[in-house]
């Protein structure tokens, strides 16, 4: 599963601009916005973050999107796949998707089930090196029986399949067009360089390191209202606010330390989307102290979560859950917060045997100590780390901090994952579907993996599996609650905040919408004045 670690930095342009140019170079119909680092790739398969992730849904759709408000909608099909209309079958195994007939891509070929089987076939070619092919190895097989209809057979039920395959998910593999390409292998092919799909826009020139500019696809319907999209690549924070701030992006970025000073940007507005991303500290819970449940609750009781709110400059909403409310679209139990309470914090150190001596917690005479991973590239993260580092000491643990750069900070051999650090501060980023927001399974409990806590509940297997495969919808939803129950109760992780995507967006652009995974929601619909 992805983590959000890409940072959108800024990007000043449209045709015949640079950087410094002013507001005089707006033009109506074209989108100037900001974006990060230059992708090593356009090819679906290997999106490493969100921001690329984004890009390539504009030329590249996939059979399945998310809505502004995190709904399933069909792009490429007619209708979503379920049990009720059918297209599911009783016993979960087999899913059919009925193509629409009226969709084609950019060069004027028509979209049909050959290109679904190509895709297909190209995610397991080796040559084109995807991030992710795991949620694919859950199909037995794939067929298609006619042009417009694909008929997928699942190795065992799977309740999220329809909203992770060929779908706006953690990963978003797009359908490529089949006649674009020589065999399988679509890394290196001559379509890098200008790709295209059934999105409303497409690649039309990429220098690279310097901007991608993209028009509409001409045989999309209805016809993007924008005649062009250029991104500019100049991955530097503090110089995307000075070029959205002098009018040169119509839309950029904004970080927790800018945006009160972008509400007061008379052309433009602060929008926030919320994400399915959760702002964690994770406990390691096979390292001692934090191996003793009463020892996480007891840090848990002596956070002090208002302080912390400083280290984020209060622009996030605080968390209870780690289930972050975008991804949570059922009538769902109440999970309280944790309350910081010191007495009740002392009180279970001292059944899990920690005794005060000399301000120091101790057992059998070893010190109640502790350490603190932190990336050292991630601002909140390091003030975070400094807050709790002194509510530790408030309650007698003694934490140290140790920080890795943001190289290895991701790497297996870095402390988020090396099993090493007792506290892990990072963000979690879901995908489409409930499922992909639950990192804390066995299977994932060893260095280098994504369970950072360690954490292996036979329980919350029991639920994991039992949402999987569950026929009723109703019951689905009940696992899920009972896991947020569990997980606030064993404590593997402490929500912080639940994050929001800020940006600031011009007043001339209208129609402008993006869902919980910062995917383009509608983009033919997008403008400017």
């Known amino acids: 599963m992805r983590l959000a670690f890409a940072v959108l930095a800024l990007s000043v342009v449209a045709a015949g601009c640079s950087p410094g140019n002013n507001n005089s170079t ?20 290997l999106a490493i973050d969100q921001e690329i992730l984004a890009l390539d849904t504009l030329f590249c759709q996939p059979l399945v999107g998310l809505s502004a ?3 399933d909608v069909p792009i490429l099909v007619t209708r979503l796949p379920s049990r009720r209309n059918g297209d ?42 995807p991030t992710s092919v795991e949620p694919y190895r859950q199909i037995a097989a794939l067929e298609t029986p006619d042009p417009y209809t694909v ?37 290196g092919s001559s379509w890098e360089d200008a790709p295209f799909g059934t999105g409303p826009f497409h690649v039309t020139r990429w220098l690279r390191g310097d901007q991608i500019i993209l028009q509409p696809n001409p045989y999309y319907r209805p016809r993007p209202k924008l005649r062009r999209i250029v991104l500019k690549i100049v991955p530097n924070l503090n110089s995307n606010f000075v070029t959205l701030r002098t009018g040169a992006v119509e839309i950029g ?33 096979q390292l001692a102290p934090t191996n003793d449940v009463r020892v996480r609750r007891a840090i848990a009781a002596a956070l002090d979560y208002d302080a912390l709110a400083a280290a984020w400059l209060r622009q996030y909403p605080s968390a209870a859950s780690f289930l972050p409310p975008p991804i949570v679209t059922w009538k769902s139990v109440t999970i309280p917060p ?45 003030r975070i780390a400094t807050l709790v580092q002194a509510q530790l000491a408030a309650i007698g643990m003694r934490a140290s901090i140790k920080t890795d750069d943001t190289r290895v900070w991701f790497s297996p051999d870095g402390l988020l994952r090396n099993g090493k650090a007792n506290f892990m501060i990072e963000s979690w980023v879901g995908g489409g579907d409930p499922e992909q927001s639950l990192n804390l399974r066995c299977v994932q409990a060893k260095p280098g993996d994504a369970n950072h806590s360690f954490y292996c509940s036979p329980r919350f297997e029991a639920l994991f599996d039992d949402q999987a495969r569950t026929p009723s919808i ?5 696992d899920f609650d009972a896991i947020q129950t569990l ?37 033919e619909r997008w403008d400017t004045r």
């Open 69 to 71: 408000d995190n709904r």
């Open 151 to 187: 008929v997928i057979r699942l190795r065992q039920p799977w309740n999220a399949a329809v909203h992770v395959l060929f779908a706006e998910a953690d990963y978003v593999y797009g359908i490529l067009p089949k006649h674009a390409f020589v065999g399988t292998k679509v890394v």
């Open 338 to 382: 944790y309350r910081h309470d010191v007495a009740a914090a002392g009180r279970l150190l001292d059944s899990a045997g920690w005794r005060f001596e000399n301000a120091t917690r101790r057992k059998s005479g070893v010190p109640l100590e502790a350490l603190i991973g932190v990336n050292a590239q991630d601002p909140i993260h390091v």
């Open 253 to 285: 970025r904004l970080t927790t330390e800018n945006v009160s000073q972008a509400e007061h940007l008379s052309g433009v507005r602060v929008v926030r989307v919320p994400e399915n991303a959760t702002g964690l500290l994770y406990l390691q819970t």
């Open 88 to 129: 599911i079958s009783r016993d979960g195994i087999h899913i059919t998707y009925h193509l629409r007939h009226d969709v084609r891509f950019a060069d004027g070929a028509p979209l049909t089930s050959a290109d679904v089987a190509f895709t297909y076939h190209a995610i397991f070619d080796p040559r084109n090196r």
């Open 474 to 478: 109703r019951q689905r939803e009940r």
């Open 26 to 45: 707006a033009t109506a119909h074209a989108l100037r916005i900001a974006y990060a680092g230059d992708p090593g790739s356009l090819v679906p398969f």
């Open 487 to 523: 997980v606030h109760d064993d404590v593997p992780v402490i929500p912080l905040y639940y994050e929001q995507r800020l940006l600031g967006v011009s007043r001339r652009v209208t129609g402008f919408e993006q869902n919980m995974l910062w995917i383009p929601v509608n983009p």
